[in-house]
C-alpha cells in the first residue's frame, strides 16, 4: 500500500489518506465509528483498484487511525466536510463510487447528497444511517441531551465505545430514514443477517427510502457485523467492481 500522505484543512485540521490513481471512477472508502483505512476492506478494495488501474482513496477521519485529533470531536457533519474536501483535493473530474462500512454507510449518504452528478454510486456494507436513534436506548438517550458521554461495552476491543453528546446531537440532525433520500446513482447494499450491531432490516429500510430505482440488497445469511471474511471480501469487491469496471458489450439478442 502506498504511503500516508496529510490533507491541511484550514481550520488547522490534519487528514491522513493514502490515494493511488488511475482512470475512472474513483473508489473511496468510508470508515465505520471508531475505524480507519488499515482494515481488511480498505486494503482489499486499495488493491484491487490499483490492479485494474482505477483510482481509490483511503483517509481516517479526524482523531481516527493516523488522522491527529480528539475522537470527541468527531461529529458526522464534520467528518462529511472532511470526505467532500479530500475529493476536491484530488482536482479530478472523474464520476466518485462512495463504499461506507457501518456508520460510513450512513456518512455516504450525506456525501453522496452533497456531491450530485458527480455521484457515480454508493456500495453499503452493513450499513447504519439513523443509528443514533434506533441504535441508543431512550434512557441513554436523556443522558446524551443532558451532555454526558455514554460508554458501551466493545465487542471488538478492550476499551469501551463512547458515544457523546456532540455526536449524538449531530446524528440527530441528519437522520435519513424519515422520508425520501434524494440519489439516483445506482446503490447496492450489503448486510450479514446475523449481525449483532444494525439489524439487517436497515437495508430494507433504506432501500425503500432511496429514490433511486437501480437499488439491491444482498444479504448474507451467515454474515456478521464486519463482513471481512475471505467470502465476505470477495463479494465486496465484485460489488464494487460491477460499478467502476467497463461492461463488455452484451450479445445481440438475434445472435
Known amino acids: 500500500m502506498t504511503s500516508t500522505s496529510y490533507l491541511d484543512l484550514s481550520d488547522g485540521r490534519s487528514i491522513a489518506y493514502r490515494f493511488t490513481p488511475g482512470n475512472g471512477p474513483v473508489i473511496v472508502f468510508l470508515p465505520g465509528y471508531m475505524s480507519d483505512m488499515a482494515g481488511s476492506k480498505a486494503a482489499a478494495l486499495f488493491d484491487m483498484a490499483r490492479a485494474s488501474g482505477l483510482p481509490c482513496l483511503l483517509f481516517d477521519y479526524s482523531g481516527c487511525g493516523e488522522s ?7 461529529t458526522l ?19 466518485i463510487v462512495l463504499v461506507g462500512s457501518s456508520m460510513g454507510g450512513w456518512l455516504m449518504l450525506m456525501a453522496g447528497l452533497a456531491l450530485g452528478d458527480r455521484l457515480a454510486g454508493l456500495v453499503g456494507i452493513a450499513a447504519a444511517p439513523d443509528f443514533t436513534e434506533w441504535g441508543i ?13 455514554i460508554f458501551e461495552d466493545n465487542p471488538y476491543g478492550p476499551e469501551p465505545t463512547p458515544t457523546h453528546p456532540g455526536f449524538w446531537a449531530d446524528g440527530q440532525a441528519n437522520l435519513m430514514l424519515e422520508g425520501e433520500i434524494a440519489i439516483d446513482a445506482p446503490v447496492r447494499l450489503l448486510h450479514g443477517q446475523r449481525d449483532a450491531d444494525v439489524p439487517w432490516d436497515i437495508a430494507l429500510q433504506l432501500a425503500e427510502r432511496l429514490r433511486s430505482q437501480d437499488v439491491q440488497v444482498t444479504l448474507v445469511k451467515d454474515g456478521d457485523h464486519r463482513l471481512s471474511r475471505d467470502s465476505d471480501i470477495r463479494l465486496l469487491l465484485r460489488t464494487v467492481a460491477e460499478l467502476v469496471l467497463p461492461r463488455a458489450p452484451e450479445a445481440s439478442a438475434e445472435s
Open 68 to 74: 491527529p485529533g480528539d475522537f470527541a470531536d468527531g
Open 77 to 95: 457533519s464534520r467528518w462529511k466536510a472532511e470526505v467532500l474536501a479530500l475529493i476536491a483535493a484530488l482536482e479530478t473530474d472523474e464520476k
Open 137 to 149: 436506548p431512550q434512557m441513554d438517550k436523556a443522558l446524551l441531551a443532558d451532555g454526558e458521554t
